[in-house]
């Protein structure tokens, strides 16, 4: 797997899946979240620390792509990796695989803008030049 891409696991909760024990599709939103906000981490920060410094990456465009269901008990895979970034915006990449089988479950993307703390957005690269540096590090490869 490349350098760029984290993978975090997870164990499917009865609470996410409906009457049929199927994950209940917009689970796999929050799934998306979970694995940036454990992409962002392993590569040394935290949500908390870029808004403390007054960054914010709100959510602007949600795509998925639903390929086969995730059931109850299953232990999924989140695998996340940035898939744009430019001075403004980022776009995250995920696909969820179903560990067992290496059964590819679901793909998508999220977009997002760089906002200060009043959703105004910012240019990255001249706000913060060292949190931008780390991102284009991480898009292109590096630890």
Known sequence: MSPNIHAHRLRVRYGE???MGVVYHTNYLNWFE???TEWIRKAGLTYRELE???????VTDAVLSYK???????VVEIRT????LGVVRLAFAYEIIRVSDGELLVSGE???VFTNK???PIRLAKTEPE???????QYKGGE
């Open 68 to 74: 086969k269901p995730a059931r109850y008990d299953d």
């Open 52 to 58: 403390e410094r007054g960054v914010l990456l709100p």
């Open 131 to 137: 949190i931008y540096a780390w991102l284009d590090a």
């Open 81 to 84: 990796r940035i898939k744009e």
């Open 118 to 120: 009043e959703l105004k």
């Open 110 to 112: 999220t977009m997002h």
């Open 34 to 36: 979970v694995g940036r």
């Open 17 to 19: 899946t409906d009457q």
